[in-house]
């Protein structure tokens, strides 16, 4: 199964991409999480990457496609992917569409998860991280079990994104409206196109997109397997 999450900043798409990879054992693939990995090595796309991403802006088509190219090819990929934070433009979805072709592949569902703009402003603001297993958290919503240490590893050294401060979150806002947005009627045209409510708890937003998987034939026997 190969699906997209799709949506704005703060909308929940790599804390469901990461449910959906532990139901469903495929890749996940969140192009935010492997540029910030790029920056922190200090490679040469990290560099070209840095100043773009503090600017809130998008990293050029070239690059992302390049670097989404090479994660495809990767073992965990073989029987599918999630994609978190790719494509954020037409010519991205248009690449990935060639890059399937090319391996006999299709997508299976590309599923958008609306969240009104107060809300992701909010999510965004008390969003953080483990330092150490990049487990995803929120101050209110998302809080560890025991405050200080992460549920997943036990490290007690959190992060917080250098992009998520207010003036850089109304950049990506903008990017998202102007550069993203366009893709929805590029796959609306196509019958892989589904809308989840976002605003709704964490688990009725996983039951919401597992429904979607369900009904464009992903086995639900997969997800009871992993338990
Ligand atoms: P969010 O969680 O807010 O959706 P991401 O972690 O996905 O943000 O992305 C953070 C930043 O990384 C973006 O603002 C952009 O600069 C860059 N980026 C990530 N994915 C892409 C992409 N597919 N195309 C261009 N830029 C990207
Ligand atoms: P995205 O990857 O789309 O930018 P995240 O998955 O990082 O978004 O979620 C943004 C923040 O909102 C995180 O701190 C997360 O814990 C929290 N969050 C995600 N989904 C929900 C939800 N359904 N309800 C409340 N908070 C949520
Ligand atoms: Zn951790």
Same mark, same amino acid.
């Given at each position: 199964?190969?699906?997209?999450?799709?949506? *704005?900043?703060?909308?929940?798409?790599?804390?469901? =991409? !990461?449910?959906?990879?532990?139901?469903?054992? /495929?890749?996940?693939?969140? &192009?935010?999480?492997?540029?910030?990995?790029?920056? !922190?090595?200090?490679?040469?796309?990290?560099?070209?990457? !840095?100043?773009?991403?503090?600017?809130?802006?998008? /990293?050029?088509?070239?690059?992302?496609?390049?670097?989404?190219?090479?994660?495809?090819?990767?073992?965990?990929?073989?029987?599918?992917?999630?994609?978190?934070?790719?494509?954020?433009?037409? %010519?991205?979805?248009?690449?990935?569409?060639?890059?399937?072709?090319?391996?006999?592949?299709?997508?299976?569902?590309?599923?958008?998860?609306?969240?009104?703009?107060?809300?992701?402003?909010?999510?965004?603001?008390?969003?953080?991280?483990?330092?150490?297993?990049?487990?995803?958290?929120?101050?209110?919503?998302? *809080?560890?079990?025991? =405050?200080?240490?992460?549920?997943?590893?036990?490290? &007690?050294?959190?992060?917080?994104?250098?992009?998520?401060?207010?003036?850089?979150?109304?950049?990506?806002?903008? =990017?998202?409206?102007?550069?993203?947005? %366009?893709?929805?009627?590029?796959?609306?045209?196509?019958?892989?196109?589904?809308?989840?409510?976002?605003?709704?708890?964490?688990?009725?937003?996983?039951?919401?997109?597992?429904?979607?998987?369900?009904?464009?034939?992903?086995?639900?026997?997969?997800?009871?397997?992993?338990?």
């Amino acid at each position: 199964m190969n699906i997209i999450l799709l949506g *704005p900043p703060g909308a929940g798409k790599g804390t469901q =991409a !990461k449910v959906l990879q532990e139901h469903y054992h /495929v890749g996940q693939i969140a &192009t935010g999480d492997m540029l910030r990995a790029e920056v !922190k090595a200090g490679t040469k796309l990290g560099m070209a990457a !840095k100043s773009i991403m503090e600017a809130g802006a998008l /990293v050029p088509d070239d690059l992302i496609i390049d670097m989404l190219a090479h994660r495809l090819s990767k073992p965990d990929c073989r029987h599918g992917f999630i994609l978190d934070g790719f494509p954020r433009t037409v %010519p991205q979805a248009e690449a990935l569409d060639a890059m399937l072709a090319e391996q006999k592949q299709d997508l299976r569902a590309v599923i958008l998860l609306k969240v009104d703009e107060d809300v992701l402003i909010e999510r965004i603001a008390g969003r953080f991280s483990c330092a150490q297993c990049g487990a995803g958290y929120h101050e209110t919503f998302q *809080p560890t079990a025991k =405050a200080g240490v992460c549920d997943k590893c036990g490290s &007690t050294e959190f992060v917080h994104r250098p992009d998520d401060n207010p003036v850089t979150v109304k950049q990506r806002f903008t =990017a998202y409206n102007q550069q993203t947005a %366009p893709i929805v009627p590029y796959y609306q045209a196509r019958n892989i196109y589904y809308e989840v409510d976002g605003m709704a708890d964490l688990d009725d937003v996983s039951n919401a997109i597992e429904a979607v998987l369900r009904k464009v034939g992903v086995p639900a026997q997969v997800a009871e397997d992993a338990g």
